[in-house]
T-cell receptor
Framework: GQQVMQIPQYQHVQEGEDFTTYCNSS?????IQWYKQRPGGHPVFLIQ?????EVKKQKRLTFQFGEAKKNSSLHITATQTTDVGTYFC?????????????FGQGTILTVHP | DTGVSQDPRHKITKRGQNVTFRCDPI?????LYWYRQTLGQGPEFLTY????????KSRLLSDRFSAERPKGSFSTLEIQRTEQGDSAMYLC???????????FGQGTRLTVV
């Protein structure tokens, strides 16, 4: 079945350092979504990428979708303590419902002030 | 609208007991999903409803699990004869229309002792 893998599992950074998490799918994806889960919280949608090679930015966050639509990355510039949490990528499980997702195991980001 | 709500937030039960969780999706959303999340893992898809119809069930959903959405609004997830391995966070999410963003509830944390 479809597998979505993320690396690294953990990342500890000093405030102000950059952070990147990578996501790889065993199958070609029609789209990829990214979610953030704060400690003790629930996943919150960040963005969806659809096109091959697509790059989207949200303030200090940059998301990329690979040319082959099998990999993606999230880069945070100059991390802040508010960036703490687990970042998940997720690909659709098939069909037309975007809410049926296969999640990666996530990258846990801690930011030391 | 206050988003997706789940009840209870926490449940402690003895092994062998039955438990039922409730999810109220965003009111205009016709699609509802149940996920399970264990510590250090991403959410795992369990089942999906479009209106009142249950359209897909994961292999993770054993015979002890049953989900309903009788009127196409709220949904319930019942676990019969709970086992310690059922201990997890049970998340509900909803999507609607052409919206690709999955809105998650706060989850129900189940502990089986």
């Amino acid at each position: 079945g479809q597998q979505v893998m993320q690396i690294p599992q953990y990342q500890h950074v000093q405030e102000g350092e950059d952070f990147t998490t990578y996501c790889n799918s065993s199958t070609t994806l029609s789209n990829i979504q990214w979610y953030k889960q704060r400690p003790g919280g629930h996943p919150v949608f960040l963005i969806q990428l659809v096109k091959s090679g697509e790059v989207k930015k949200q303030k200090r966050l940059t998301f990329q979708f690979g040319e082959a639509k099998k990999n993606s990355s999230l880069h945070i510039t100059a991390t802040q303590t508010t960036d703490v949490g687990t970042y998940f990528c997720a690909g659709p499980r098939g069909g037309t419902s975007y809410g049926k997702l296969t999640f990666g195991q996530g990258t846990i980001l801690t930011v030391h002030p | 609208d206050t988003g997706v709500s789940q009840d209870p937030r926490h449940k402690i039960t003895k092994r062998g007991q039955n438990v039922t969780f409730r999810c109220d999706p965003i009111s205009e959303h016709n699609r509802l999903y149940w996920y399970r999340q264990t510590l250090g893992q991403g959410p795992e898809f369990l089942t999906y409803f479009q209106n009142e119809a249950q359209l897909e069930k994961s292999r993770l959903l054993s015979d002890r699990f049953s989900a309903e959405r009788p009127k196409g609004s709220f949904s319930t997830l019942e676990i019969q004869r709970t086992e310690q391995g059922d201990s997890a966070m049970y998340l509900c999410a909803s999507t609607g229309g052409l919206n690709t963003e999955a809105f998650f509830g706060q989850g129900t944390r189940l502990t089986v002792v």
